[in-house]
């Protein structure tokens, strides 16, 4: 009768010794990520107290191989302790927990976020110069506008209708009647960073055959996709997206921020590049409206620095009554040939 409790204390010696090695190599074991809905690197490898650069490592993906990744994909986190499994249960990993879940915040997370947004974008807010008035530079036609979008949101008055439109007009020179409330926001964007000049990149574009968003609101007049010179699209980014009823989305390998008038407020982050699909996240396809080549098919997008001059080379267009559509260069006459040789070729 005295070996049985020694036989069990021997044995439970040895358990003891099995789990102080089995238990390491537990902790340490690389485990399987199905990106979800929202998900980002950087969130993925804090949740699980990894770098970045481990994780395209263990995928062996490239950076711009990373940017492809899309909703449903895989990756393999390497040597995830449990520790940072568990670290969407501790209340400073709020934020985390809460994009990996990739669930709709609730009305006091909107709230908190929005506040933390506009503390963010105050560090380039400053008073308005001119209160509802907006300083225009329309890239594509080299064009400076003045327009009174007033104090009221939604309103437009005399000239200033017809000036907003003229101005958001297509690349061919076609108008069309523009949401009221989208001068508003534009207005609401100029007096927050202290009524800095605003670069137009794209305003109302007609509906064509290639674009990637079959039903955009640049094609109704409801959009427009801009800088504002001296403030990084960060910060009109983050400010763009306290706007009630508004649609932000942000192109971080581009040069515009976009905003649109909508009916429920949505933001988006299109990490595509010129001559590329899409590559959304955040918002679903049906919400986002635009990809970074439908508007960089359709305008001259100018200069890609936001605090650099619009167009550096471009000469601006005589002032006068709004025109159909500009009017062609005038072609130089051929000049004398004293020698035989082809003729009718311009200069």
Not at 58 to 81: C, E, F, M, R, W
Not at 109 to 115: C, N, T, Y
Not at 158 to 168: E, T
Not at 228 to 255: H, I, M, Q, W
Request: hydrophobic share 30%; glycine share 8%; aromatic share 6%.
């Amino acid at each position: 009768m005295a070996l049985f409790p020694t036989s069990l204390r021997s044995f439970a010696c040895a358990a003891a010794a099995f789990a102080a090695f089995a238990i390491p190599s537990l902790a340490a074991a690389d485990v399987q990520h199905v990106i979800g809905k929202g998900h980002t690197l950087q969130a993925i490898a804090n949740r699980y107290h990894v770098s970045v650069s481990a994780i395209l490592t263990a995928n062996h993906l490239s950076k711009a191989d990373a940017k492809k990744l899309q909703p449903g994909d895989t990756l393999t986190i390497p040597g995830v302790t449990a520790k940072a499994k568990d670290a969407k249960k501790d209340p400073k990993k709020g934020e985390t927990a809460k994009a990996e879940k990739g669930g709709k915040p609730t009305p006091k997370e909107k709230k908190k976020a929005e506040r933390e947004a506009k503390e963010k974008a105050k560090g380039y807010a400053s008073r308005p110069k001119t209160p509802g008035v907006v300083h225009v530079r329309r890239i594509a036609f080299a064009e400076d506008f003045t327009i009174k979008t007033g104090t009221k949101p939604g309103v437009l008055k005399g000239d200033a209708k017809k000036k907003f439109a003229w101005m958001m007009r297509a690349t061919n020179g076609q108008t069309h009647d523009m949401e009221p409330r989208l001068a508003a926001q534009l207005g609401i964007v100029s007096d927050h960073f202290g009524s800095k000049p605003i670069q137009v990149i794209s305003g109302f574009r007609p509906f064509t055959k290639t674009q990637y968003t079959k039903d955009s609101r640049h094609n109704h007049g409801r959009a427009v996709d801009f800088r504002v010179v001296g403030v990084p699209n960060e910060a009109v980014r983050d400010f763009c997206k306290t706007l009630p009823k508004t649609g932000c989305g942000y192109y971080p390998n581009s040069t515009f921020v976009h905003m649109d008038a909508r009916d429920a407020s949505t933001y988006w982050v299109d990490y595509s590049r010129p001559g590329e699909a899409p590559n959304y996240q955040g918002a679903s396809p049906d919400d986002a409206d635009e990809g970074t080549s439908d508007v960089h098919g359709a305008e001259a997008v100018g200069t890609p620095e936001a605090d650099a001059p619009a167009t550096t080379d471009a000469k601006p267009e005589p002032k006068g009554e709004p025109k159909a559509e500009p009017k062609p260069e005038p072609k130089a006459e051929p000049k004398a040939e004293t020698k035989p040789g082809p003729t009718g070729k311009d200069d």
